[in-house]
């Protein structure tokens, strides 16, 4: 038993010191060691669940503690329902024959991972094996091939592997490890091809990136609007070849209402003559709220605009009350709005065709969409040459979940092989290139106002590879046939949740 709570710790340990921000510079890589110890664990352990659910609270907790700001008790239930994810692994393990156990272990990181980036009503893709490698994009070349959910397998095959080493026989080892490195080095050098192919002299978008420090800009007399306002009006004049001038989520005061969206009082934007202003607000119609970018001419018309994609759950929405019966949802929200002070009943956005700025297809990405990689996939794959995430961010206080943000922009922006331009309220303001690096950022100053940063954005190439779905589906499809397998196997009392009998 002391054997087994070492290892949990060492893996909770680890994977907290590892997963963005990192405790150290170069601490991303403590995920492999992270995983070989859990992966020991769910293997040898007597009742391994146990110990893998801790594990995966402690985890979920650590990198969720920004949150606490925003979902109060709520983030007690995100730790809670983490740790399901992480016992699972282990009746991929302990149902799988014990020489295919690493791989039963990658199928299980990887379909796990990709159940709690995707559970209905609840999705929290966050804190996943793979954005720990975001300090070194040369290592995050698989997602360009496989997305997220190639990488997470990858790096569990590649510590199971490693863990293998330790034991005697290593035949599970010598079948894993091998194969495992192999198969990593064949993901990158698909992704430097998948890089390759769509590498071609890139046309640019002239862009004056905004970064606000004022969380309540909605206030349309407030020091905050003026000061952004203000700021942009000047960088404007300044830089009158800019086409572009991205704002933040939640900072255009003016939302539009109405079944065919329209401003009740259209208000010209501080932006230049052929300019266009991205910017974020609410969309108010006969169905509910949702969640928009709205794309200003500088007579302040409407140019088109895109939705929300995911509302955020706990934030944005109360989770499962969508499912009650009309008569049992409006107590339920009345009762939320006593409590919080307000109606978390806004709407998930619907797909649109791709923003035009100056001939150029361009789609916003509204904060949460940020971490879903099908948000970025379907506007790529419609024809967007740039992704412009908007995100209010004030409400994390500096917190981790900044950098969180920062690592899956990476990976979108790899995956598709798209540029991403992220405009924040208190957050990381960035461009971030196709090869995961970031060239410019501007720096984090909360209380000294909003900053404006001409940059030349190279676009990308406005279509998606198809291997990245190919590749992915292949992965997520077998590592659940792993998993149902597995379980039949318990269930039918073909393998026991039992320590195994293996060699010291």
Known sequence: MTRAVGLAALAAVGLCAATPPAWFAGGGLLAVPALAALYLLVRDADRPARLAYLVGAVHVLWFSWSLRHVTGPGYLAIGALGGFYTAAIAVFVRGAPSRLGPWAFAAGLA????????????????GQVAHCLSEWPTLLAPVRVGGECLLNFLLGLLAAGLAELLGRPRAAAVGSLGPGILLFLAASWGGSLVAEDGATEPDVLEVLLVQSDFPRVFERQSDGFTALADATRSAALENPRAQLVVWPESAWPWPLEGDVPGFVRRVPPPIGDGMR????????AGD???????????????????????????????PFVAWLPGGLREPVLDLFQQIIGYRPDQLDGRRRPPLDVAG?????????????????????????RLLAVLSNESWYLQGGELEQMVAMSRIRAMETGTPVLRSTVDGVSCLVLPDGSIPVELPRAPGEGPQVVPVRVPLGPGAMSPWVGRVRGAVLGLSWLAGLLAFGALISGHRKMREPDREP
């Open 288 to 318: 509910g709220r949702r969640t928009v970018a709205v794309l200003l001419a500088a007579d302040g018309s409407l140019a088109g605009l895109h939705e929300k994609r995911v509302s955020v759950p706990g934030g944005e929405r109360a």
């Open 111 to 126: 379909a796990t991972s990709w159940a709690r980036a995707h559970a209905p009503e609840i999705s929290y893709p966050h």
């Open 360 to 384: 150029v297809p361009i789609a916003a990405l509204t904060c949460f969409d940020n971490a879903f990689g099908w948000v970025a996939r379907e506007a790529v794959g419609d024809g967007a």
């Open 277 to 284: 202003l991205l910017a974020g607000t609410l969309w108010r």
